[in-house]
């Protein structure tokens, strides 16, 4: 038995997409977004518990009850403070390191979690990310963070976009040690976008589960395989720009953060 301490996945989500409203429960072949991440995040070995972290709004009760419903552990806090609501699940599910997934995210890759965590173990750093200097494509994001570091933002961050965005305070403020994990694979221009905000990229995704069905858990490398094959599918939401955040970072970082120095 491994004495390293507690990895748990916070998968946050929520109903109110300015955008797409309702998307984290919206169909991909039969099942709703939110249960995709869900059991993909959970092949992931590295992971040790699975928690969904929405919002008390009202409108929010959904997701309460597709997690009710499908026994996933679910924790409810502020709708708008994201950082205290991450802070709060951390605590009640005794998380010594956090993994950060959003729930637009249905073609996160277990193998990708696996790997960001191995190497935030390795590292022994506060933070680690394939976000930091974007070399994966944009709907794979992992974080993965000390517990401790998590007490210390919640506590510290004032900024709006900081208690927003959960993680800007740690890779920003030149106060944590940083490590970014890298693709072993160059990507083609406009591979880059599979994270779900707008209906294109919606019917992106869905796209790629007809093609790739929903039997096993296809990993990255094979939808970049599709990709090459059938190009035209890039064009479902080729027209929508990644915003420079958020996640929380630029999509392609100009300056990219570099690594604080453990004092």
Not at 72 to 99: K, M, P, Q, W
Not at 208 to 230: P, S
Request: overall charge negative; hydrophobic content about 40%.
């Amino acid at each position: 038995m491994s004495n390293r301490e507690r990895v748990v996945a916070i998968v946050q989500a929520r109903m109110g997409s300015t955008r797409l409203p309702g998307k984290v429960l919206a169909s991909i072949e039969g099942e709703p977004m939110l249960w995709h991440v869900i059991e993909r995040a959970r092949r992931a070995r590295g992971v040790d518990a699975i928690v969904v972290a929405t919002s008390t709004a009202p409108l929010d009760d959904a997701i309460d009850e597709f997690c009710q419903s499908h026994d996933i552990a679910l924790f409810r806090g502020s709708e708008s403070d994201v950082l205290d609501r991450y802070l709060c699940a951390a605590t009640h599910y005794r998380a010594g390191n956090v993994v950060r997934i959003t729930a637009d995210c249905p073609l996160i890759d277990p193998q990708v979690i696996d790997r960001v965590v191995a190497e935030f173990l390795a590292e022994d750093c506060d933070y680690a990310a394939n976000v930091i200097e974007r070399t994966f494509p944009h709907g794979l994001d992992t974080e993965v963070f000390k517990y401790t570091a998590l007490v210390k933002a919640a506590r510290e961050a004032t900024a709006p976009t900081e208690r927003e965005h959960v993680t800007p305070y740690l890779r920003d403020r030149g106060r944590f040690l940083l490590h970014n994990v890298v693709a072993d694979v160059a990507l083609k221009p406009g591979y880059y976008r599979w994270t779900v905000d707008e209906a294109g990229d919606l019917d992106f995704v869905r796209a790629v589960y007809r093609c790739l069905g929903t039997t096993q858990c296809f990993d990255w490398r094979t939808v970049v395989e599709l990709l090459d094959a059938h190009p035209e599918l890039t064009q479902l939401n080729a027209m929508i720009v990644n915003e420079a955040g958020f996640i929380g970072e630029p999509a392609q970082a100009a300056n990219p953060i570099r690594p604080a120095k453990r004092k």
